[in-house]
């Protein structure tokens, strides 16, 4: 049915933005209608996040017209784009960490008497606000003492309740467990009901289909096409943006097991207990869980990072004692974090010297750092792993989410080690540098590697892992061979129905 002018809230007529000679966003025309939730879907550096800015009034178009209820507008400010109920809820929060939850939600709309902050007032306005909204978070609660996902939670109860009209989500759920994701979403579904507009950018195909009336397509930064949501599916989606098909995306060889390189015995430690498991040469174990089932802790605790309270550790045959993260290092295993940003970079280091951090040891004489070998490995890894840089001395906390994640796993290759660990290593990337990083996986098995998998997307673990195991409220549930028992079985171990 078409749809008439008046159902059109924001209108983009060949918007585009240029970089000198580069062009991030090539001629895009595009239309919001209001009241939808239109999701945007693309590879990292399709152009997703300029359009954000462009949107939000970070950045100024280089061309093209925009139009708001049919008048045209500049959008060249932040205030400017807030003023017309123009609002987006980032990937990364942008809040104070060191206020209150509430502080943080009245931020620049603070109650004030005589010249008094009213801070109980605000908090119980707070409180009830993300009651109201289904959030179920403490007002009077320090940001940063909050999980990541808490703390997108409150990000997107600020933005909803500044005027807006239009909002949009970048990746809203990287963060969240299952509950917090079902909280968000009840939220989104309300805005709409409300007449809110939504824009709805995500990796995760099941969320698209999901929530979405409508999809648009960036590939290269060009707008490729828009689907209602009924009329495609995610195999023409994954095409739209890659050009390749779903099946390319799992990239499994089959390479013969080698030698066993780590045991865990009835291991038990801080969140977990009494998980015996072993990985061998040429092996993706994975370990699949809702988040806070136990996955990650138990990994730390085979990294050195936390002490184990029970069972034991053996590492090619022998009993050691994973004393701190140094002897798991040069035992030969390596972990790349969860949180790429809070615990695998520096983000304000640029890539070379986060790539190399690992083996400045090896590369010094004495006092003094072989430049030459320096520049030679960053490049070396900044190659094969396909990293979009100009430069190895481009900082890293300039770079997309699948490149700094491409920066994580460099420097361990750099480094070198036998069993790699990776907790939710495609957390905010595209397809396509998911295909990338699981061909990555094939390289380092072919190389007499094992791997550790820790994934709350259980189509990754699914497709990829050789021994599955299933975590729940910190013990090991379940486990089975490559494709033993059903997606949906998998599922209801982890969740315990």
Known sequence: MPHADADLILELHALEKRYGFIQALKPATLAFRRGEIHAIVGENGAGKSTLIKLLTGVIRRTGGKILWNGQEVELSTPNEAIAHGINAVHQEVVLCRHLSVAANIFLGDETVRFGILQKREMTRAAQKILDDIGFNLPADAILGSLTIGQQQLVATARASLRGTKFIIFDEPTAYLTRSEAAQLFALIRRLKDEGVTIVYISHRMEEVFELADRVSVLRDGTMVGTRDIAETNDTELVALMINRTLDQIYHKETIPFGKQLLET???????????????RAGEIVGLYGLIGAGRSEFALSVFGRNPKTAGDIVWQGEVVDMRNERTAIDLGIALAPESRRDQGLNLNLPIGLNINLPVYDRINSGIVVNVAEEKKRANQQIKDLGIKTPSRHT???????????????????????????????????????????????????????????????????????????????????????????????VLAEAIGV
């Open 265 to 279: 015995r009835s291991l038990s430690g801080k969140g977990f207990n009494d998980i015996s498991l072993s990985v």
């Open 395 to 489: 900082l890293a906390s300039s770079m997309s989410g699948g490149n700094q994640q491409k920066i994580v796993i460099g420097k361990w290759l750099n480094h070198g080690a036998d069993l790699f660990i990776f907790d939710e290593p495609t957390v905010g990337v595209d397809v396509g540098t998911k295909a990338e990083i699981y061909r990555l996986f094939a390289r380092l098995l072919k190389n007499g590697a094992g791997i550790i998998l820790i994934s709350s997307y259980l189509p990754e673990v699914y497709e990829l892992a050789d021994t599955l195991h299933v975590f729940r409220d910190g013990r090991l549930v379940g486990s089975q061979a490559y494709r033993q028992r059903t997606h949906e079985e």
